[in-house]
């Protein structure tokens, strides 16, 4: 049995990247997400570990990608404006085919925008965030308990997968307290760097170099290793992608929500049944990849789909084209750091059923 506790999300994520055997975390402080860095600024020094406040976002994000080349379990966290500034990093990352934790606990924006939560980085997480193709693991926790749980799995799937891997939360998972159940086992640092043959971690003369780069200067080499690497996307799609089916046997209105949304459509949801209407939800937990195989099975006996987010309506594309478009998708939508209500849910899937 594990250790209970009771913590803001942001602190979750950092115990649990601790126990994941994460040593090393480089950072920058911007709300709402400056608890994670806070957390390991006090538990870092204390077991061993790095952490390090960078200079910039840029820069914390290049010291990830350095030690991530070693084979070292390495994070970073930031929310929406920083993320920006990382995508480059990222990119690099992913050209390198290198492991790494990226957190984001999301703002609203454009630009400098505001520190009340939103969903509006979904496109640019799940698109591929910088130049190039390429995609980025993104999971989306909906409890304190999932802010953990999911930490966890990131740093499994990136290492897997040999990628970059995401949590994007809203600032409101990051700013909420509730009861979590931490592993009472913790990974040990050493055991990070088993089974990692490709980590520059010398040679000791046994060996031919480990060489770490995202430089191709020939073109037919270049198109050789994207090719491969889309090989290891589509193995994830295939195997990887996670949600949550919640009353979707009867239903004939499917809700489609993440984070915050999709606790406060399940109130909605528990609300509609007493009226008599037959409403479910499939909640994405993988946004990258994202569960099409679920969306395609709801669309078979459902007449129609509500998204409720917090942007303009970003995630509703993905569920129009999962179900081709063979079901009106609705959407139930606040921004700029707005929560829809659960009465406004209400009547958005009232809307839905007459």
């Known amino acids: 049995m594990g250790e209970k506790a009771l913590m803001k999300g942001n602190e979750a994520i950092a115990e649990a990247a601790i126990r994941c055997g994460c040593r090393h975390y480089f950072g920058y402080p911007i709300t ?15 077991i061993g570990g790095t952490f390090l406040q960078a200079e910039s976002e840029i820069a914390a994000i290049n010291m990830v990608y350095g030690c991530a080349s070693t084979g070292r379990r390495a994070m970073t966290s930031s929310s929406s404006p920083g993320i920006s500034l990382k995508a480059e990093g990222m990119s690099y990352l992913a050209g390198a085919d290198l492991p790494a934790l990226i957190v984001n606990v999301q703002r609203g924006g454009p630009g400098l925008g505001g520190i009340q939560p939103s969903q509006s980085d979904y496109f640019f997480m799940t698109r591929g965030p910088g130049h190039g193709d390429f995609h980025i693991i993104v999971l989306a926790p909906a409890t304190v308990q999932e802010m953990a749980d999911l930490t966890r799995l990131a740093f499994e799937l990136g ?17 909420m307290m509730e009861p979590v159940v931490l592993p009472a086992d913790e990974t040990d640092p050493a055991d990070v760097m088993k089974g990692k043959p490709w980590a520059t971690t010398g040679t000791e003369m046994k060996r031919p170099h480990n060489i770490i780069n995202s430089l191709y200067l020939k073109p037919d080499e270049l198109e050789k290793t994207n090719l491969s690497r889309f090989e290891r996307y589509a193995q994830l799609e295939r195997e990887e992608a996670r949600w949550e089916d919640y009353l979707m046997d009867d239903a004939e209105i499917c809700v489609v929500s993440t984070g915050i949304t999709a606790r406060v459509s399940k109130n909605a949801i528990a609300e509609c049944r007493k009226r008599g209407i037959k409403v479910g939800m499939v909640r994405p937990i993988t946004l990258y990849p994202f569960p099409k195989e679920a969306l395609a099975k709801a669309a078979a006996k459902v007449r129609s789909f509500l998204t409720v987010e917090l942007n303009m309506g970003q995630m509703r594309e993905d569920v129009l084209l999962a179900t081709g478009c063979t079901r009106p998708v609705a959407m139930c939508n606040r921004v700029g750091g707005m929560i829809p209500s659960t009465d406004e849910v209400v009547a958005a899937i009232e809307k839905e059923a007459k």
């Open 159 to 175: 290492e897997k997968y040999r990628m970059p891997a995401m949590l994007l939360a809203d600032g409101t998972m990051g700013q």
């Open 32 to 46: 709402p997400q400056t608890e994670i860095a806070a957390y390991m600024a006090k538990r870092m020094p204390k």
